[in-house]
């Protein structure tokens, strides 16, 4: 079954530097999102990107937060300057549309992003 | 504005126990979806099911079973004989049918613990 990538599996990093998380969603798909989840909790959703554009964004995804997918087949979450409440595991996930199973996310396996 | 609840936030069984997990929701969508994800030690997310609004029908797959009952919005799952391999966090979710992007609401989760 085709999967969802995301690199690295764990990234540590100092407050205050950047740091972009990268995802290679499902090639056929059109619909890419970024969710967080801080540890033990709820999984919250960051942002959608459709058609080379931010198609939502919630109150998280401030001005710190960029998305891109520069090739065509990377999509990324940059974190501008990171805070220590930054510190969780991101999920990237990817969706068709023009299929059955148009209504189903494929989430990649996390990023654990340590912020010191 | 779209809600999901899990009352439960752990959940403790002896293999071999059948064990429910609870998910309630609220929206004001007419049609939606609802999905369960699985988060095992391991941390990635993986999809169990997804049901349409429009389909009431109950599903099995397997030692597992949702019973959706949209006259009390609630979308149970249910293990049967339940493994040490079941031992997760468990994620009910919920997305709008809006034609577009779909972006799951997520519960806060229950964590199921099954013992030897």
């Known amino acids: 079954e085709p999967e969802v990538t995301q690199t690295p599996s764990h990234q540590v990093t100092q407050m205050g530097q950047e740091v972009i998380l990268r995802c290679v969603p499902i090639?056929?798909?059109?619909?890419f999102y970024w969710y967080r989840q801080i540890l033990g909790q709820k999984v919250e959703f960051l942002v959608s990107f459709y058609n080379n554009e931010i198609s939502e964004k919630s109150e998280i995804f401030d001005d710190q937060f960029s998305v891109e997918r520069p090739d065509g087949s990377n999509f990324t979450l940059k974190i501008r300057s990171t805070k220590l409440e930054d510190s969780a595991m991101y999920f990237c996930?990817?969706?068709?549309?023009?299929?059955?199973?148009?209504?189903?996310?494929?989430f990649g396996s996390g990023t654990q992003l340590s912020v010191l | 504005a779209q809600k999901v609840t899990q009352a439960q936030t752990e959940i403790s069984v002896v293999e071999k126990e059948d064990v429910t997990l609870d998910c309630v929701y609220e929206t004001r969508d007419t049609t939606y979806y609802l999905f369960w994800y699985k988060q095992p030690p391991s941390g990635e997310l993986v999809f169990l099911i997804r049901r349409n609004s429009f389909d009431e029908q109950n599903e099995i797959s397997g030692r597992y079973s949702w019973n959706f009952q949209k006259s009390t919005s609630s979308f149970n799952f249910t293990i049967t004989a339940s493994q040490v391999v079941d031992s997760a966090v468990y994620f009910c979710?919920?997305?709008?049918?809006?034609?577009?992007?779909?972006?799951?609401?997520f519960g806060r989760g229950t964590s199921l613990i099954v013992h030897p």
């Open positions: 090639s056929n798909h059109l619909y």
């Open positions: 979710a919920l997305s709008p049918d809006s034609g577009g992007s779909y972006i799951p609401t």
């Open positions: 996930a990817s969706g068709p549309l023009d299929s059955p199973e148009g209504e189903k996310l494929f």
